[in-house]
T-cell receptor
Framework: DAGVTQSPTHLIKTRGQQVTLRCSPKSGHDTVSWYQQALGQGPQFIFQYYEEEERQRGNFPDRFSGHQFPNYSSELNVNALLLGDSALYLC??????????FGSGTRLTVV | AQKITQTQPGMFVQEKEAVTLDCTYDTSDPSYGLFWYKQPSSGEMIFLIYQGSYDQQNATEGRYSLNFQKARKSANLVISASQLGDSAMYFCAMRGAFSSNTGKLIFGQGTTLQVKP
């Protein structure tokens, strides 16, 4: 049974560019959350998607947006990249009975 | 505001010995959940153990146990019989005030554990 799959694993972008990160949830999970983890820090919650709608959002600017598809997979989009957006982006899937499964993340470097 | 505090940036333990990783939390929510995750260098967050705020007994999962002291708002992780493969970053996390079981997680800063042979 595949867990959470994230793509790409690594990415290098230039300041001002836009990036899209992808996440396929664990089979049977219907909720996807995204986290940003700066080097040496704990993950910070970005937002959560359920039934193709943003259900909850953390303290991140509107440059961060997302989408959830009918098959529960999700995308995270970041516009106008800043150097400070360099981080590991983690996707976690879950279901109403509880428990979270994390992917291995996408490591984004902004130069 | 809800907050998780991990005051040990780094810890060393000898192989086969036990180690305790500290975690304190702050919340005004009467119902909450506490988690511990392991993050190896690969980046994936690996679930270790969960404690519900109304659970009467401390949670245990194999070599992992959670020392839950509700009055002190602490949820320390105890790893018994440390193994070399336990070397990783460890995070304490709390489910936020959102009532759903899938609510957001609030993480601490993490503790790096190194197991010495």
């Amino acid at each position: 049974d595949a867990g959470v799959t994230q793509s790409p694993t690594h990415l290098i972008k230039t300041r001002g560019q836009q990036v899209t990160l992808r996440c396929s949830p664990k089979s049977g999970h219907d909720t996807v959350s995204w986290y940003q983890q700066a080097l040496g820090q704990g993950p910070q919650f970005i937002f959560q998607y359920y039934e193709e709608e943003e259900r909850q959002r953390g303290n991140f600017p509107d440059r961060f947006s997302g989408h959830q598809f009918p098959n529960y997979s999700s995308e995270l989009n970041v516009n106008a990249l800043l150097l400070g957006d360099s981080a590991l982006y983690l996707c976690a899937s879950s279901i109403s009975t509880g428990g979270y499964t994390f992917g291995s993340g996408t490591r984004l470097t902004v130069v | 505001a809800q907050k998780i505090t991990q005051t040990q940036p780094g810890m060393f333990v000898q192989e086969k010995e036990a180690v305790t990783l500290d975690c304190t939390y702050d919340t005004s929510d009467p119902s909450y959940g506490l988690f511990w995750y392991k993050q190896p260098s690969s980046g994936e967050m690996i679930f270790l153990i969960y404690q519900g705020s109304y659970d009467q007994q401390n949670a245990t999962e194999g070599r992992y146990s959670l020392n839950f002291q509700k009055a002190r708002k602490s949820a320390n992780l105890v790893i018994s019989a440390s193994q070399l493969g336990d070397s990783a970053m460890y995070f304490c996390a709390m489910r936020g005030a959102f009532s759903s079981n899938t609510g957001k997680l609030i993480f601490g800063q993490g503790t790096t554990l190194q197991v010495k042979p």
